[in-house]
């Protein structure tokens, strides 16, 4: 089972809001830059061993397609604004954030 055409569109929808004044206040104040939190570029998650089976169930959860990076063993990439901490899979250890690519 892949994540519904609706659960995309959401997160697609979701990541194009704009950052709260408050909150861009509050990076302004602290010198952070506020483009971190507006990255489009795709962030990779590593599946644990044995759990490849399980990407499609991984996908309905997060809402999102993951994308196996063929030069990456075991690596597959998402969009930067998906949360997955929430997620069974990840709580439960199969799967973890790795790192976001930046240019």
Request: one cysteine or more.
């Amino acid at each position: 089972m892949t994540p519904s055409r609706r659960q995309i569109i959401e997160v697609e929808s979701s990541s194009n809001l704009p950052l709260p004044d408050a909150f861009l206040d509050f990076l302004n104040e602290n010198g952070l830059d506020p483009s971190v939190y507006t990255n489009s570029d795709p962030t990779l998650v590593m599946l644990k061993p044995g759990c490849e089976g399980d990407v499609e169930e991984i996908e309905v959860e997060v809402g999102c397609k993951l994308e196996k990076v063929d030069w990456f063993p075991s690596f597959y990439s998402l969009s930067p604004h998906v949360q997955i901490a929430n997620s069974k899979a990840y709580q439960q250890g199969k799967v973890r954030v790795e790192f976001s690519v930046h240019d």
